[in-house]
């Protein structure tokens, strides 16, 4: 082998105020192989996975992680490129069912390692976890939500000063960075989450890039700058991968175009050198003067809305280490590193 073993770390969906949002099928379709895992919390899917993912790495081999985006010490999958595999986790919330079932897509079921007696003893605990964790799910993207239209109000109002012949402009220069070689192709890889542990933001991008460009966001313009610029380079049919924002979806806080190896994204990496797009070039000041008051007021009911989410996030993790402890207690795990090893020689050649 002579291809470099990097990890590139992203995830594959978001929880949002329009509610949980998966990325699996733009992502992992296009894979020729996939292993879809099945089984429940405590099972050991993500610890299958990196497995895989650690004897992938010492053949050599590039591989994809994809972070879960409640909890990014799991996985929800990983993608090694160069043998065409991929290997999810396909339980709730993002269930993967396979349309080629046999031909692409092939079931790991965790759960043949359970024993059912001891669950089924548990039954009612387990329901009233599972009850108890899809309310707070359910509270979390109630906050979301609010937390959009505090972000929206915050844009809306950042509109009335906008200066958008300005900022076309600046998107023109972005646009001299970026080249087409190959065959167009869009691809979502997603950089930040909602999480138990706040809004986790990955350098991947930055990671991946020869050339950063760095956007000081403010009021969202940055959103509309990565929004044009993906709009011309789309027109263009310029390869690139996309990230969104998990607070406002529809928009990209992430562009990296690998043909040219440059990244544009929101916020600033310290680790690495990269040239800073200041979006209050793009803001009268003195035109926006008249709204701070106000933006500052819903940035205060903003910041109690994460606060509260926050709380029912790390409910849910309390809730899903005591759906895990149970079962784990159930699995014979031997039997389940048994069949991990076996895997694994199968896939990695």
Do not use: W
């Amino acid at each position: 082998m002579t291809e470099t073993a990097n990890m590139a770390a992203s995830f594959a969906a978001l929880n949002t105020g329009q509610g949980f949002i998966s990325y699996f099928r733009e992502i992992f379709d296009p894979i020729e192989t996939v292993y879809v895992i099945k089984g429940g919390s405590g099972t050991g899917k993500s610890r299958l996975m990196r497995e895989v993912a650690s004897a992938a790495k010492r053949k050599g081999y590039a591989l994809e992680e994809f972070l879960c985006s409640s909890d990014p010490s799991s996985l929800d999958g990983i993608i090694i490129a160069k043998l065409g595999v991929a290997v999810l986790d396909g339980t709730a919330p993002h269930i993967h069912e396979p349309m080629l079932i046999g031909a692409r897509e092939h079931f790991l079921d965790l759960s043949a390692f359970l024993d059912g007696s001891d669950l089924k003893e548990k039954k009612e605990e387990i329901s009233a976890l599972c009850a108890a964790k899809s309310r707070h799910y359910q509270q979390i993207y109630e906050y979301l939500k609010v937390i959009s239209i505090y972000d929206n109000s915050i844009h809306r109002l950042a509109l009335n000063a906008f200066e958008q012949e300005k900022l076309e402009k600046s998107v023109e220069k972005s646009l001299l960075y970026v080249q087409k070689k190959q065959k167009y192709e869009k691809k979502v890889r997603i950089r930040s989450a909602i999480s138990a542990d706040g809004h986790i933001i990955l350098n991947t991008y930055a990671k991946k890039a020869r050339k950063r460009f760095a956007l000081s966001d403010v009021c969202g313009v940055g959103g509309i700058y990565l929004e044009r610029l993906l709009e011309k380079t789309d027109k263009a049919e310029v390869r690139v991968e996309v990230s969104y924002d998990p607070f406002c979806p529809e928009r990209p806080d992430a562009l990296y175009y690998p043909d040219a190896g440059v990244a544009f994204y929101i916020g600033t990496e310290t680790d690495f050198d990269e040239t800073v797009i200041n979006m209050r070039r793009f803001i009268d000041d003195g035109i926006l003067r008249p709204y701070k008051p106000e933006i500052r007021a819903i940035i205060r009911l903003k910041n109690a809305a994460m606060a509260q989410m926050k709380y029912n996030f790390l409910s849910v993790k309390r809730l899903h280490n005591e759906l895990e402890a149970i079962y784990s207690s159930a699995m014979d795990f031997s039997r389940k590193e048994s069949f991990t090893k076996e895997f694994i020689e199968k896939i990695i050649k």
